[in-house]
Protein backbone atom coordinates (compact mmCIF):
# COMPACT_ATOMS: atom_id res chain seq x y z
CA UNK A 1 0.00 0.00 0.00
CA UNK A 2 2.73 2.86 0.74
CA UNK A 3 4.51 2.09 -1.84
CA UNK A 4 1.41 2.23 -4.28
CA UNK A 5 0.86 5.89 -2.31
CA UNK A 6 4.49 6.76 -3.57
CA UNK A 7 3.94 5.71 -6.92
CA UNK A 8 0.39 7.55 -7.24
CA UNK A 9 2.32 10.78 -5.99
CA UNK A 10 5.14 10.81 -8.42
CA UNK A 11 2.93 10.02 -11.89
CA UNK A 12 2.26 12.50 -13.64
CA UNK A 13 -0.28 11.05 -15.99
CA UNK A 14 -2.63 13.16 -17.26
CA UNK A 15 -0.78 16.09 -16.28
CA UNK A 16 -1.00 19.14 -18.45
CA UNK A 17 2.44 20.59 -18.84
CA UNK A 18 3.54 23.62 -21.04
CA UNK A 19 7.58 24.09 -21.61
CA UNK A 20 9.59 26.49 -23.11
CA UNK A 21 12.60 26.07 -25.97
CA UNK A 22 11.21 22.61 -26.29
CA UNK A 23 12.24 21.87 -29.61
CA UNK A 24 15.95 20.71 -29.16
CA UNK A 25 18.64 19.42 -26.55
CA UNK A 26 17.22 20.02 -22.74
CA UNK A 27 13.84 21.04 -23.55
CA UNK A 28 13.33 17.96 -26.46
CA UNK A 29 14.61 16.00 -23.60
CA UNK A 30 12.08 16.97 -21.20
CA UNK A 31 9.20 16.83 -23.57
CA UNK A 32 10.15 13.54 -24.40
CA UNK A 33 10.28 12.43 -21.01
CA UNK A 34 7.00 13.99 -19.92
CA UNK A 35 5.07 11.95 -22.77
CA UNK A 36 6.25 8.86 -21.89
CA UNK A 37 4.96 9.26 -18.54
CA UNK A 38 1.97 10.11 -19.56
CA UNK A 39 1.47 14.07 -19.04
CA UNK A 40 -0.10 16.14 -22.04
CA UNK A 41 2.28 18.68 -23.47
CA UNK A 42 2.45 21.42 -25.55
CA UNK A 43 5.78 23.36 -26.31
CA UNK A 44 6.80 26.17 -28.01
CA UNK A 45 10.40 27.61 -29.71
CA UNK A 46 11.69 29.71 -32.43
CA UNK A 47 12.52 26.90 -33.98
CA UNK A 48 9.64 26.00 -35.76
CA UNK A 49 10.58 23.14 -37.86
CA UNK A 50 12.27 21.31 -35.41
CA UNK A 51 9.69 21.90 -32.99
CA UNK A 52 6.62 20.77 -35.41
CA UNK A 53 8.96 17.48 -36.34
CA UNK A 54 9.22 16.38 -32.39
CA UNK A 55 5.53 16.75 -32.07
CA UNK A 56 4.61 14.87 -35.45
CA UNK A 57 7.22 11.71 -34.05
CA UNK A 58 5.89 11.87 -30.49
CA UNK A 59 2.29 12.12 -31.83
CA UNK A 60 3.11 9.18 -34.34
CA UNK A 61 3.67 7.48 -31.24
CA UNK A 62 0.28 7.90 -29.60
CA UNK A 63 1.68 10.71 -27.39
CA UNK A 64 -0.29 14.12 -26.79
CA UNK A 65 2.14 16.39 -27.69
CA UNK A 66 1.76 19.72 -29.51
CA UNK A 67 4.08 22.49 -30.96
CA UNK A 68 3.09 25.98 -31.14
CA UNK A 69 5.69 29.21 -32.39
CA UNK A 70 6.45 30.84 -29.19
CA UNK A 71 9.35 33.88 -28.99
CA UNK A 72 10.37 34.94 -25.52
CA UNK A 73 11.50 38.41 -27.08
CA UNK A 74 8.08 39.16 -27.89
CA UNK A 75 5.52 39.50 -24.95
CA UNK A 76 2.85 39.17 -27.48
CA UNK A 77 4.37 35.77 -28.30
CA UNK A 78 4.20 34.52 -24.28
CA UNK A 79 0.51 35.39 -24.09
CA UNK A 80 -1.00 34.24 -27.40
CA UNK A 81 1.46 30.61 -26.52
CA UNK A 82 0.24 30.27 -22.96
CA UNK A 83 -3.38 31.25 -24.37
CA UNK A 84 -3.16 28.32 -26.55
CA UNK A 85 -1.88 26.17 -24.62
CA UNK A 86 -4.30 26.51 -21.89
CA UNK A 87 -6.86 26.22 -24.36
CA UNK A 88 -5.83 23.22 -25.86
CA UNK A 89 -5.41 21.29 -22.98
CA UNK A 90 -8.08 22.40 -21.19
CA UNK A 91 -5.86 24.03 -18.12
CA UNK A 92 -2.35 24.06 -17.68
CA UNK A 93 -0.80 22.28 -14.06
CA UNK A 94 2.77 22.61 -15.02
CA UNK A 95 5.34 24.90 -16.41
CA UNK A 96 8.88 24.52 -17.23
CA UNK A 97 10.66 27.62 -18.52
CA UNK A 98 13.69 26.31 -20.29
CA UNK A 99 14.21 28.47 -23.22
CA UNK A 100 16.94 30.50 -22.92
CA UNK A 101 20.14 32.20 -25.55
CA UNK A 102 23.83 32.34 -24.39
CA UNK A 103 25.05 34.84 -27.32
CA UNK A 104 27.77 36.19 -24.30
CA UNK A 105 30.01 32.84 -24.95
CA UNK A 106 33.60 33.61 -25.36
CA UNK A 107 33.70 36.86 -24.78
CA UNK A 108 34.73 38.68 -21.58
CA UNK A 109 32.54 41.19 -20.27
CA UNK A 110 33.99 44.57 -21.32
CA UNK A 111 33.72 42.74 -25.00
CA UNK A 112 30.15 42.20 -24.33
CA UNK A 113 27.96 44.80 -26.24
CA UNK A 114 24.55 46.37 -24.83
CA UNK A 115 22.63 44.59 -27.71
CA UNK A 116 23.62 41.34 -27.12
CA UNK A 117 23.58 41.90 -22.89
CA UNK A 118 19.87 43.36 -23.58
CA UNK A 119 19.12 40.67 -26.09
CA UNK A 120 19.83 37.62 -22.92
CA UNK A 121 18.52 39.62 -20.44
CA UNK A 122 15.25 39.86 -22.44
CA UNK A 123 14.70 36.41 -23.88
CA UNK A 124 16.25 34.66 -20.50
CA UNK A 125 14.83 37.06 -17.62
CA UNK A 126 12.05 38.91 -18.81
CA UNK A 127 10.71 36.02 -20.82
CA UNK A 128 10.76 33.87 -17.93
CA UNK A 129 9.22 36.41 -15.56
CA UNK A 130 6.40 36.80 -18.17
CA UNK A 131 5.77 33.21 -18.69
CA UNK A 132 5.22 32.52 -15.44
CA UNK A 133 2.96 35.47 -14.99
CA UNK A 134 1.48 34.74 -18.42
CA UNK A 135 0.36 30.92 -16.70
CA UNK A 136 -0.67 31.86 -13.39
CA UNK A 137 -4.07 32.17 -13.57
CA UNK A 138 -4.21 28.49 -15.21
CA UNK A 139 -1.84 26.96 -12.45
CA UNK A 140 -3.94 28.72 -9.64
CA UNK A 141 -6.69 27.06 -10.84
CA UNK A 142 -5.28 23.60 -11.51
CA UNK A 143 -4.68 23.49 -7.63
CA UNK A 144 -1.45 21.19 -7.83
CA UNK A 145 0.25 23.86 -10.07
CA UNK A 146 4.27 23.79 -10.28
CA UNK A 147 6.56 25.76 -12.42
CA UNK A 148 10.55 24.28 -13.02
CA UNK A 149 12.89 27.28 -14.05
CA UNK A 150 15.87 25.97 -15.72
CA UNK A 151 18.68 27.89 -14.44
CA UNK A 152 22.37 26.86 -15.04
CA UNK A 153 25.36 26.00 -12.64
CA UNK A 154 27.45 28.85 -14.03
CA UNK A 155 25.69 31.06 -11.83
CA UNK A 156 26.90 29.42 -8.53
CA UNK A 157 30.65 28.88 -9.96
CA UNK A 158 31.02 32.15 -11.73
CA UNK A 159 31.65 30.95 -15.04
CA UNK A 160 34.11 33.45 -16.84
CA UNK A 161 33.76 34.37 -20.37
CA UNK A 162 29.87 33.96 -20.23
CA UNK A 163 28.77 37.03 -17.78
CA UNK A 164 25.57 38.13 -19.93
CA UNK A 165 24.03 34.16 -19.76
CA UNK A 166 25.45 33.73 -15.85
CA UNK A 167 23.82 37.24 -15.30
CA UNK A 168 20.26 35.79 -16.75
CA UNK A 169 20.85 33.02 -14.94
CA UNK A 170 21.92 34.39 -11.72
CA UNK A 171 18.30 36.52 -11.85
CA UNK A 172 16.40 33.79 -12.58
CA UNK A 173 17.43 32.02 -8.92
CA UNK A 174 16.31 35.05 -7.60
CA UNK A 175 13.34 35.48 -9.76
CA UNK A 176 12.34 31.36 -8.12
CA UNK A 177 12.64 32.62 -4.35
CA UNK A 178 10.67 35.58 -4.70
CA UNK A 179 7.82 33.71 -7.54
CA UNK A 180 7.54 30.73 -4.92
CA UNK A 181 6.33 33.12 -2.07
CA UNK A 182 3.84 35.27 -4.16
CA UNK A 183 2.63 31.94 -5.71
CA UNK A 184 2.43 30.23 -2.77
CA UNK A 185 -0.72 32.10 -1.71
CA UNK A 186 -1.82 30.23 -4.57
CA UNK A 187 -0.68 26.49 -3.79
CA UNK A 188 1.47 26.78 -6.71
CA UNK A 189 5.63 26.00 -6.54
CA UNK A 190 8.06 27.11 -7.61
CA UNK A 191 11.45 25.69 -8.13
CA UNK A 192 14.64 25.80 -10.12
CA UNK A 193 17.17 23.16 -12.00
CA UNK A 194 21.09 24.03 -12.08
CA UNK A 195 22.14 21.92 -14.85
CA UNK A 196 26.02 21.28 -15.81
CA UNK A 197 27.59 21.43 -18.59
CA UNK A 198 25.19 19.00 -20.84
CA UNK A 199 25.99 17.24 -24.31
CA UNK A 200 23.50 18.97 -26.34
CA UNK A 201 23.39 20.43 -29.75
CA UNK A 202 23.46 23.91 -27.90
CA UNK A 203 26.46 23.44 -26.11
CA UNK A 204 28.43 22.57 -28.97
CA UNK A 205 30.06 26.01 -29.25
CA UNK A 206 31.41 25.22 -25.39
CA UNK A 207 35.60 24.82 -26.34
CA UNK A 208 36.95 21.39 -25.40
CA UNK A 209 38.92 22.65 -22.23
CA UNK A 210 35.35 23.82 -21.06
CA UNK A 211 34.15 20.27 -21.54
CA UNK A 212 37.13 18.87 -19.61
CA UNK A 213 36.96 21.26 -16.94
CA UNK A 214 33.88 19.93 -15.93
CA UNK A 215 34.51 16.18 -16.43
CA UNK A 216 37.57 16.62 -13.97
CA UNK A 217 35.64 18.60 -11.17
CA UNK A 218 32.49 16.17 -11.09
CA UNK A 219 32.18 13.97 -8.53
CA UNK A 220 30.67 11.66 -11.19
CA UNK A 221 33.32 11.86 -13.61
CA UNK A 222 31.23 11.35 -17.06
CA UNK A 223 30.00 13.22 -19.09
CA UNK A 224 25.94 14.82 -18.38
CA UNK A 225 23.39 14.19 -20.76
CA UNK A 226 19.97 15.44 -21.02
CA UNK A 227 18.25 12.23 -19.25
CA UNK A 228 20.40 13.43 -16.10
CA UNK A 229 18.31 17.06 -15.90
CA UNK A 230 14.57 15.50 -17.12
CA UNK A 231 14.40 13.06 -14.17
CA UNK A 232 15.00 16.14 -11.37
CA UNK A 233 12.72 18.07 -13.24
CA UNK A 234 9.76 15.26 -13.47
CA UNK A 235 10.02 15.00 -9.63
CA UNK A 236 9.57 18.78 -9.32
CA UNK A 237 6.59 19.03 -10.88
CA UNK A 238 4.59 15.87 -9.73
CA UNK A 239 2.71 15.80 -6.19
CA UNK A 240 5.67 13.81 -4.39
CA UNK A 241 7.15 17.14 -4.25
CA UNK A 242 4.13 19.46 -3.15
CA UNK A 243 5.79 20.83 -0.42
CA UNK A 244 8.67 21.53 -2.20
CA UNK A 245 8.89 25.19 -3.35
CA UNK A 246 11.45 28.36 -3.62
CA UNK A 247 14.20 25.64 -3.74
CA UNK A 248 17.35 25.05 -6.49
CA UNK A 249 18.62 22.28 -7.44
CA UNK A 250 22.02 22.13 -8.77
CA UNK A 251 21.97 18.72 -11.32
CA UNK A 252 25.80 19.04 -12.48
CA UNK A 253 27.52 15.76 -11.22
CA UNK A 254 28.65 17.29 -8.43
CA UNK A 255 30.38 20.27 -9.70
CA UNK A 256 28.95 22.58 -7.56
CA UNK A 257 27.31 21.35 -4.26
CA UNK A 258 25.55 23.23 -2.32
Given at each position: MHDATLAAQASLVGRRV??????RGLGAAFVTALVQAGARVTFGDVLHEAGEALAKSLAADGHDAAFA??????????????DGAAQRMGGVDALINNAAITNSGGKFADEISVATWDAVMDVNVRGTWLMCAAAQRWLRESGRGAIVNIASDTALWGAPKLLAYVASKGAVIAMTHSLAREFGADGVTVNAIAPGLTEVEATAYVPAERHAYYLEGRALQRAQVPEDVSGPVLFLLSDAARFVTGQLLPVNGGFVMN
Open positions: IVTGGAPLDLAQPESITAFV
